[in-house]
């Protein structure tokens, strides 16, 4: 066993949520330790959609540029009937969202959000350790002892889990049942629009809404390259942790059933689809399922959501940076987290409890989905805009 180092804040996972935290509160001043199990950062992943509450914060963090060069940035959210092809309801974006919430709303592949992020991290002086495992820890009196699978024994004066759905950090914390499996299959690929015939490129995010199922498809990586998420109610596979499978073409087909000629040409035209089951939690219900003494929870760790509202990487974001705040003020660090986990539970557990409410919207049948489409068409923006949700959050630029 290594001698420990000194004390640090310890950072598990080097997903997007453990970066934008290691950078976010390297930022503050404070020293940071990040360890991911994985050998070398690699590309992962397909599309996110980060709202102006996410956006905004990368801004503050420098992240602005950086993201200007590899997002995209839609002009409108367009809703659309997975049957019949009819348009429900628009959003516009673009301007409008920079207008309305000071920030803009963009889409972007996972791998560029991960990539200016740890960009972000390294000109931050953030102490990276790839290779290591996290295996457990003892609170001793002068601070944490924090062990890897690896051997290796650090010193910390805080930990905090950001090591996914599946946190061995949560697991010793607060010793709950696994994620659960939600009964939807996610499809999931990436296809250059210069290899799309024109009528099916797109610049903007749409979404399809049928019976049992939803699809959703955005431009990444500046607008060359677009991103579809095809999610439909299926058995669990085998191997359910593995969010990277094959997805088979046919499978997928079968599960949607029925749908409208131009949105079947769109997934006819996908060469590949990757598959991973959705897992996620129940809402929050208190501060402490985010902190118990020198040890917080941050991102899917803590509140796995599932992807309806498009904002687990946004309350990951968001998390970050209450982190960084509450960390940099005076106090004991147990009740810097315990401020921190005050300040995020109950807005984790609101977005929670939207997205599950939205998958049942999205996937809604009979009378449910006619009250659907009307309420959008009558409704138009006022039903599909979310105040609530981009100005609100850290560095909120509305009330």
């Given at each position: 066993?290594?001698?420990?180092?000194?004390?640090?804040?310890?950072?598990?996972?080097?997903?997007?949520?453990?970066?934008?935290?290691?950078?976010?509160?390297?930022?503050?001043?404070?020293?940071?330790?990040?360890?991911?199990?994985?050998?070398?950062?690699?590309?992962?992943?397909?599309?996110?959609?980060?709202?102006?509450?996410?956006?905004?914060?990368?801004?503050?963090?420098?992240?602005?540029?950086?993201?200007?060069?590899?997002?995209?940035?839609?002009?409108?959210l367009l809703a659309r009937d997975a049957r019949t092809g009819q348009i429900l309801g628009r959003l516009r974006l673009g301007e409008r969202a920079r207008t309305r919430y000071g920030a803009?709303?963009?889409?972007?592949?996972?791998?560029?959000?991960?990539?200016?992020?740890?960009?972000?991290?390294?000109?931050?002086?953030?102490?990276?350790?790839?290779?290591?495992?996290?295996?457990?820890?003892?609170?001793?009196?002068?601070?944490?002892?924090?062990?890897?699978?690896?051997?290796?024994?650090?010193?910390?004066?805080?930990?905090?889990?950001?090591?996914?759905?599946?946190?061995?950090?949560?697991?010793?914390?607060?010793?709950?049942?696994?994620?659960?499996?939600?009964?939807?299959?996610?499809?999931?690929?990436?296809?250059?629009?210069?290899?799309?015939?024109?009528?099916?490129?797109?610049?903007?995010?749409?979404?399809?809404?049928?019976?049992?199922?939803?699809?959703?498809?955005?431009?990444?990586?500046?607008?060359?390259?677009?991103?579809?998420?095809?999610?439909?109610?299926?058995?669990?596979?085998?191997?359910?942790?593995?969010?990277?499978?094959?997805?088979?073409?046919?499978?997928?087909?079968?599960?949607?059933?029925?749908?409208?000629?131009?949105?079947?040409?769109?997934?006819?035209?996908?060469?590949?689809?990757?598959?991973?089951?959705?897992?996620?939690?129940?809402?929050?219900?208190?501060?402490?399922?985010?902190?118990?003494?020198?040890?917080?929870?941050?991102?899917?760790?803590?509140?796995?959501?599932?992807?309806?509202?498009?904002?687990?990487?946004?309350?990951?974001?968001?998390?970050?940076?209450?982190?960084?705040?509450?960390?940099?003020?005076?106090?004991?660090?147990?009740?810097?987290?315990?401020?921190?986990?005050?300040?995020?539970?109950?807005?984790?557990?609101?977005?929670q409890a939207r997205a599950l409410r939205n998958g049942r919207i999205f996937h809604a049948q009979g009378a449910l989905a006619l009250a659907r489409n009307l309420s959008m068409r009558l409704?138009?923006?006022?039903?599909?805009?979310?105040?609530?949700?981009?100005?609100?959050?850290?560095?909120?630029?509305?009330?």
């Amino acid at each position: 066993m290594k001698r420990p180092d000194r004390p640090q804040l310890l950072i598990a996972g080097g997903g997007i949520g453990g970066l934008a935290a290691a950078s976010a509160c390297a930022q503050q001043g404070l020293p940071v330790c990040l360890i991911e199990r994985a050998g070398q950062f690699s590309e992962v992943g397909a599309g996110i959609q980060l709202g102006p509450n996410a956006t905004r914060i990368l801004q503050r963090w420098g992240c602005g540029p950086a993201l200007d060069q590899v997002a995209a940035f839609p002009g409108q959210l367009l809703a659309r009937d997975a049957r019949t092809g009819q348009i429900l309801g628009r959003l516009r974006l673009g301007e409008r969202a920079r207008t309305r919430y000071g920030a803009p709303y963009a889409t972007v592949h996972r791998a560029d959000l991960q990539g200016l992020l740890l960009q972000a991290a390294h000109n931050s002086g953030v102490d990276m350790r790839l290779g290591q495992t996290l295996q457990g820890w003892d609170d001793a009196e002068q601070g944490l002892m924090v062990n890897t699978q690896e051997g290796s024994c650090l010193q910390a004066s805080a930990l905090v889990g950001a090591d996914g759905v599946w946190s061995t950090v949560r697991q010793q914390l607060l010793g709950d049942a696994p994620a659960r499996f939600t009964g939807h299959l996610a499809y999931r690929a990436l296809v250059a629009q210069a290899d799309l015939p024109a009528h099916l490129r797109s610049d903007e995010v749409t979404v399809w809404m049928g019976p049992r199922l939803h699809v959703v498809h955005y431009p990444v990586r500046s607008g060359q390259w677009l991103n579809l998420v095809a999610i439909v109610h299926g058995a669990q596979p085998d191997r359910r942790q593995d969010w990277d499978q094959a997805g088979h073409t046919p499978a997928l087909m079968q599960a949607l059933g029925a749908v409208c000629q131009d949105l079947h040409a769109r997934l006819a035209s996908v060469p590949a689809w990757r598959l991973w089951a959705l897992h996620d939690r129940v809402p929050l219900r208190a501060a402490h399922h985010m902190a118990q003494g020198r040890v917080a929870l941050l991102g899917d760790a803590a509140h796995p959501m599932r992807p309806y509202l498009a904002q687990g990487a946004g309350m990951a974001i968001e998390d970050a940076q209450a982190l960084a705040e509450c960390l940099s003020a005076r106090g004991p660090v147990a009740q810097q987290l315990q401020a921190y986990a005050a300040q995020r539970w109950a807005r984790n557990a609101r977005v929670q409890a939207r997205a599950l409410r939205n998958g049942r919207i999205f996937h809604a049948q009979g009378a449910l989905a006619l009250a659907r489409n009307l309420s959008m068409r009558l409704g138009g923006e006022r039903v599909m805009d979310l105040p609530w949700l981009y100005g609100a959050g850290p560095l909120s630029a509305i009330a």
